[in-house]
């Protein structure tokens, strides 16, 4: 089971959206698996990813001098070799992408590594089978989001949905999201500064800003 399952979206608006991770099992494969888990990163880092994270420890380094305004002027400095060395210890990791190419770039690499623990990428069905092809392996497996069940009809529109679900843990709330499309909306924002806002609240590094910024472009101009 993974937190990146409820991502919400058709299976086409997942065309730029590939989740990474390796997950060493306790007691079966985590002795010794740090340098191994800083290796999978090193990959991940050489394939422009859009997002890196340690679960143990968040994605973005943290700064000094923080206050409670910094979210809305911070510029996301994407250090993944901090991310890197940041891995003390055992723990899931991941990288997100938002090309096909560097995805199974990357996934190819990371299959010839061998890694000896468990590996799952996060899409679409067919962009998955499509990264085992181009990976020289067979998919084995599939999980599947049931999706949101509101009979009331309480849940945001699509794209707030699709905003928010991009950090697994519920860190980027569903307000948050609407004001970041407002604000895009108004001009009072780019939607790349937006993207990169929303990508600051998700701790483990799963969230794409590539995929965030698409989602706050097609809302440019359009009212609810």
């Not at 994407?78 to 096909?100: H, M």
Request: proline share 4%; aromatic share 8%; charged share 25%.
């Amino acid at each position: 089971m993974t937190n990146t399952l409820h991502r919400y979206g058709t299976a086409e608006s997942f065309r730029d959206d590939y989740i990474i991770f390796a997950i060493p099992s306790k007691g079966i494969n985590d002795e010794d698996c740090i340098p191994k888990l800083k290796e999978f990163l090193r990959i991940c880092a050489s394939h422009s990813p859009v997002n890196m994270g340690n679960g143990n420890r968040g994605s973005l380094a943290p700064e000094k001098g923080l206050d409670p305004t910094v979210h809305w002027n911070r510029i996301a400095i994407k250090d993944w070799e901090s991310v890197i060395e940041g891995v003390i210890k055992p723990g899931t990791v991941s990288a997100v992408f938002s090309t096909k190419e560097d995805a199974e770039a990357c996934m190819k690499e990371i299959v010839t590594a061998d890694f000896g623990f468990s590996v799952n990428m996060s899409t679409s069905v067919e962009n998955a089978i499509q990264a085992a092809e181009a990976s020289g392996i067979k998919r084995h497996s599939v999980e599947y989001s049931l999706g949101f069940y509101d009979p009331h009809d309480n849940l945001p529109d699509s794209q707030v949905l699709a905003l928010s679900t991009m950090c697994g843990h519920g860190m980027v709330s569903f307000n948050m999201a609407k004001k970041m499309i407002e604000m895009v909306q108004e001009g009072r924002r780019s939607s790349e500064d937006a993207a990169n806002t929303l990508l600051r609240f998700c701790p483990c590094g799963i969230y794409n800003s590539d995929r965030a910024k698409r989602i706050l472009e097609q809302r440019r101009g359009k009212t609810e």
